[in-house]
C-alpha cells in the first residue's frame, strides 16, 4: 500500500511564497519525494497547505497509475496524510469552495481525484509528518526520526 505525505511551510521565507514537501511510500521506503517554493503567495496557512495538496494529488495520481501498470491490477486509492484539518475540509467538502473563488480552479482538482476514488487525503498530526523534513529546518531528534522514517541510511565505506 503507498502512503504520502504532504506539507506546506506558509510564507516562512523572505519571498513570501510557502514551501511544499512530500513523500510517497511503498514497500516500507520512500519511492518518490520532492521540495518545491509555491508559485503562488497564499495568503493562510489553509491555502499554501490545500495547494501543495493539489501538487501532491498530481504526483499520486501518476503513482498511482504506475502502480496499477506493474501490478497489472487497479490500484485503490492512495492515501495521502496531511496535518491541516481546513485543508482537508476543503478538499473533502466542495461547499467551501465559493469561499476560495480567487484560487485558480486548477488547484480544485484535488477534490474531482477524491471523488473518482483516486486518492484519499486523511489528518495525521504535524509532529508525525514527514513532509516536514522537506519544508522547514528541524531540530536535530525530529529530523533524523524523519531521516529514518524516509528510510535514508549513510552510505558505508567499501
Known amino acids: 500500500m503507498v502512503e504520502g505525505y504532504c506539507d506546506a511551510d506558509w510564507a516562512s ?9 512530500f513523500s510517497f511510500h511503498f514497500g516500507g521506503g ?9 508559485n503562488v503567495v497564499a495568503l ?3 491555502k499554501a497547505e ?28 492512495l492515501t495521502m ?10 478538499a473533502k467538502d466542495n461547499k467551501f469552495h465559493s469561499q476560495m473563488k480567487h484560487i485558480n ?3 480544485h482538482f484535488i477534490h ?16 508525525d509528518n514527514i ?8 531540530a536535530k531528534p525530529k529530523f533524523m526520526r524523519f531521516v529514518e522514517m524516509l528510510g535514508l541510511r549513510a552510505l558505508e565505506k567499501e
Not at 521565507?13 to 514537501?21: E, F, K, M, T, V
Not at 501532491?56 to 491490477?73: D, Q, Y
Not at 484519499?120 to 509532529?127: A, D, F
Open 13 to 21: 521565507q523572505q519571498h513570501q511564497h510557502s514551501i511544499l514537501g
Open 30 to 38: 520512500a519511492v518518490l519525494w520532492s521540495s518545491k517554493k509555491q
Open 44 to 46: 493562510s496557512s489553509t
Open 50 to 77: 490545500y495547494i501543495a495538496q493539489t501538487h501532491v494529488v498530481k504526483e499520486a495520481v501518476w503513482l498511482r497509475n504506475f502502480i496499477s501498470e506493474i501490478r497489472g491490477e487497479r490500484e485503490r486509492a
Open 81 to 90: 496524510l496531511c496535518n491541516n484539518q481546513g485543508a482537508i475540509s476543503l
Open 105 to 107: 480552479l486548477k488547484y
Open 112 to 127: 474531482e481525484a477524491m471523488e473518482e476514488g483516486k486518492i484519499n487525503v486523511t489528518y495525521i498530526p504535524t509532529e
Open 131 to 138: 513532509a516536514d523534513i522537506f519544508t522547514k529546518s528541524l
